[in-house]
């Protein structure tokens, strides 16, 4: 989506390895959020970001770090992969909310 | 902590006719946004409505239109002259009005539509 993406748009991994996605925009909104969409359970947030270096959890944090050392940049890594962390991983961005969401493209991630 | 529910996994219309999905919510705020976003194919998610809670009129984006019923917590989106490209997953999904909470999005599970020609 214009003034967001995410990279990479695909990646398979092996179990137990270190994933780090990406997430740059070019709106310098305030906010910035990790989802994950999985079959049956819509999008799920992972973590989320109300500036740089602030950082809070969402419903399904467990397994995932996040990092904002730039207002464009918001990182998500898996320290040790998990075949259940299997997904698709939207990013996101925000100013007030009012107006919702603009969304990345999404990374689909295949941990084997 | 709200929680959005669709409970229509799959929903099938014929071209031209109308459907509608069901999406109904939890919460105890008075003040917040509904939403629903359409995800074709392609995996990008689009925002097709919102709707105010404080706005009794429902919110109408051409062809889409909202049934907002906020003492029954119930927000259902209208498809009206259903074309093949609105084929799509459509989450429903809410955010609290209150500032500190991090304009956090809760989505539904999700309702896939089929369009028949």
């Known amino acids: 989506d214009a003034g967001i993406t995410q990279s990479p748009r695909h990646k398979v991994t092996e179990t137990g390895t270190p994933v780090t996605l990406r997430c740059h925009q070019t709106?310098?909104?305030?906010?910035m959020y990790w989802y994950r969409q999985d079959p049956g359970h819509g999008l799920r947030l992972i973590h989320y970001?109300?500036?740089?270096?602030?950082?809070d959890k969402g419903e399904v944090s467990d397994g995932y770090s996040v990092s904002r050392s730039k207002t464009e940049d918001f990182l998500l890594t898996l320290e040790s992969a998990t075949s259940s962390q299997t997904s698709v991983y939207f990013c996101?961005?925000?100013?007030?909310?009012?107006?919702?969401?603009?969304f990345g493209s999404g990374t689909r991630l295949t941990v084997v | 902590a709200q929680t959005v529910t669709q409970s229509q996994p799959e929903m099938s219309v014929q071209e031209a006719e109308t459907v509608t999905l069901s999406c109904t919510y939890d919460t105890s705020e008075s003040d917040y946004y509904l939403f629903w976003y359409k995800q074709p194919p392609s995996r990008q998610m689009i925002l097709v409505i919102r709707q105010e809670a404080y706005k009794q009129q429902n919110a109408t984006e051409n062809r889409f239109s909202v049934n907002f019923q906020k003492a029954a917590k119930s927000f259902s989106l209208k498809i009206s002259d259903s074309q093949l490209g609105d084929a799509a997953m459509y989450f429903c999904a809410y955010r609290t009005d209150f500032k500190a909470a991090g304009n956090k999005l809760t989505f539904g599970g999700g309702t896939r539509v089929l369009v028949k020609p």
């Open positions: 709106e310098n909104h305030r906010y």
């Open positions: 970001s109300y500036g740089v270096k602030d950082t």
């Open positions: 996101a961005i925000s100013e007030t909310g009012r107006y919702g969401y603009t």
